[in-house]
């Protein structure tokens, strides 16, 4: 069964933090690099942070410094931790493995919404 639920986000204040989860099914999350992604209304969806099966990572310049990627490869999550939020971070937040494409499986996601 292909499953993606994305939990924790929710609305702070600028400079807050907030740590989001995806739980995902093995047949996406085995093996695979995964990343959360990011769309704000009337934007396209923008990959911020990958982490590869071996705990390599990587982020968007938007993020750098600010947000971590990390995985539990015996649970089949991955995290975002964000801190140091900013109103330009707001959007609905999804993870799904790398790459991915409009036609692939997509969760629900996780609004955060980041207030000025």
């Known amino acids: 069964q292909v499953q993606l639920v994305e939990s924790g986000g929710g609305l702070v204040q600028a400079g807050g933090s907030l740590r989001l989860s995806c739980a995902a099914s093995r047949t996406i999350f085995s093996l695979n690099a995964m990343g959360w992604y990011r769309q704000a209304p009337g934007k396209q969806r923008e990959l911020v942070a990958t982490?590869?099966?071996?705990?390599?990572?990587g982020y968007a310049d938007s993020v750098k410094g600010r947000f971590t990627i990390s995985r539990d490869n015996a649970k089949n999550t991955v995290y975002l931790q964000m801190s140091s939020l900013k109103p330009e971070d707001t959007a609905g937040y999804y993870c799904n493995k790398i790459p991915s494409y409009d036609h692939d499986y997509w969760g629900q996601g996780t609004q955060v919404t980041v207030s000025s």
């Open positions: 982490v590869t099966s071996g705990g390599r990572t």
